[in-house]
Structures are given as structure tokens and as C-alpha cells.
């Protein structure tokens, strides 16, 4: 669905399959292309769309089980998709509208092996210089590093349990991984490739992070699905349970402002 973001006047609507999970734009922003989130093992494709007419212009059909996690090269010649269900990641080429490459999770894996999940890559990111892919691994705890050349995977970083939507900082410098099965969140110093810093406690599934332009706070989204952990309103019930929003210091750590949000918060954008 399509919304004016200053009056949330309902401009348009397409259909983009059963379960959409990501959306992302090419930079001149007339472009969306959506995934399909789906771990039945059928379907497995994203969809292009005309953002002005909200028209499917495309189906890319074969990306692979479950795909969640969309990533555009630099160029924007090709796509990434992050596939948890399939235990890889697949490079399609947008020109072609076909899969040109696949980059299993780990080396020697087969092809789509539907049911195993014992990586689950989840969310996608690529790194400040455009060369490498960085993933993380919801089931095997770490954020796995793929040289885009190659199509290799070239390092491994742990984390802590189920690391789900993760995020640069404005100037490249560390990675920021939200653990949802720990309520934490690791710091990355991506020049050393380690864990420097971890944020405890938090309440509860921390799931997505952003930051503001100038880098100076993070803002951190929980799903909160355990109930009763609301900051206001306890409830029962993760359908009524609101969701949890941070507001962190990114220089000292310290959490700012902790507020209740929708119920099942999954996704966050800053607007700048």
C-alpha cells in the first residue's frame, strides 16, 4: 500500500503474493522490489514494482526458500536476496530479471535444502565499500561475511541468539545487531570484525535499528511478544502486547527514552 507520509492519504495498492516481507527502492525512488516471506517452500519470488503506478512489473521467479532480506548493489545492476529457508543467498540480475549466482550460508551446503535452517540467514546488509554482504544468521548466532566477488563467505562474527535486523552506522564504522532470543544488542567494530560492546535487558525481542543522520542516537525496536512487559499497559497476549521502542546514546550506551509502540514491532525508519 501506498501512503502520503505528511497527510497518510491512501494513494495506491498492489497485490505482491501471500506473505511480503521487505520492501526496498532503488535510490532515484521510482522503483520497489518486495520479497516473499514464505517457509511453505512455494513460492519462492520477489516482485518488481512501478512505484508511481503501483503495478507489479516483474515476478523473478526461483530466488530461493523463504526469501526475507533484500539488498541492491551499489550500482543497482543487481539484487541480493537473503533466503532463511533456503540457507543461502541468491545474486539476480536485474537487467535479466533472472538468479545468477548463489552463495550458500556455509561451504558445501546443497542447493535450497528446505528444512535443515541450521544457519537461517535472515537480513542482509551491504558493507560501507560495496564489496562484501553482511548476514545475519538467526539460528546459528553469528553475522557471516560474503565477499561479493567470490561469493564466498569470508569471516564469521558471533553474536548472541537469534540476531535479526541489523544496521551501519552513519559512518560505516560499526554494526549494530539486534538479538532478539537474548534482548540485547551487539556492537560490531567491523575494521577489527568484532563484538565491542553489548546492550543488556532490554524489553523484549529486540528486532530492527536505525539511527539518526548524524549518528548520534539509536533507535531500537522490540517485538515484545512475552506480554506484560509493556512499560505502561501490561497486558496478556502477544496480539495485544504493545511493541517497545529505545532511544539509545550511541556514544555513552545509555538508554534515553523507553516508550510502547504497536504490537509486534518488527520494522523501524527515521525520518531525516
Request: glycine fraction near 8%; proline fraction near 7%; hydrophobic fraction near 35%.
Amino acid at each position: 500500500e501506498k501512503y502520503d507520509a505528511q497527510t497518510f492519504e491512501k494513494l495506491g495498492e498492489t497485490g505482491v503474493g501471500s506473505q511480503p516481507a521487505q520492501i526496498i527502492t532503488t535510490r532515484d525512488g521510482s522503483t520497489l522490489y518486495v520479497s516473499n516471506f514464505n517457509y511453505s517452500g512455494n513460492p519462492t519470488f520477489i516482485v518488481r514494482v512501478d512505484a508511481a503506478t503501483m503495478r507489479v512489473t516483474d515476478t523473478i521467479y526461483n530466488v530461493g526458500y523463504a526469501p526475507h532480506s533484500l539488498v541492491l548493489s551499489k550500482d543497482e545492476r543487481f539484487l541480493y536476496s537473503v533466503n532463511p529457508d533456503g540457507e543461502d543467498v541468491t545474486e539476480v540480475d536485474l537487467a535479466k530479471a533472472t538468479v545468477v549466482r548463489r552463495f550458500p550460508i556455509s561451504p558445501g551446503l546443497p542447493a535450497n535444502p528446505l528444512g535443515l535452517s541450521n544457519y537461517e540467514p535472515y537480513h542482509g546488509l551491504l558493507s560501507p565499500d560495496g564489496k562484501d554482504l553482511l548476514v545475519t544468521c538467526r539460528q546459528s548466532r553469528e553475522v557471516r561475511i560474503i565477499n561479493l566477488a567470490t561469493g564466498t563467505v569470508t569471516d564469521s562474527i558471533p553474536v548472541e541468539k537469534a540476531p535479526l535486523i541489523c544496521a551501519l552506522t552513519p559512518d560505516g564504522t560499526q554494526l549494530w545487531v539486534p538479538n532478539s532470543g537474548a534482548n540485547s544488542v551487539s556492537i560490531i567494530d567491523l575494521s577489527s570484525r568484532t563484538v565491542i560492546e553489548t546492550i543488556p535487558n532490554l524489553l523484549t525481542q529486540p528486532h530492527t535499528v536505525a539511527f539518526s543522520s548524524d549518528g548520534k542516537k539509536a533507535f531500537v525496536s522490540c517485538e515484545n511478544r512475552s506480554a506484560g512487559s509493556s512499560t505502561h499497559h501490561p497486558v496478556t497476549g502477544e496480539d495485544k502486547a504493545p511493541g517497545i521502542l529505545y532511544v539509545i546514546d550511541t556514544s555513552t550506551l545509555n538508554i534515553l527514552k523507553q516508550m510502547d509502540i504497536g504490537s509486534f514491532a518488527t520494522g523501524i525508519a527515521v525520518q531525516q
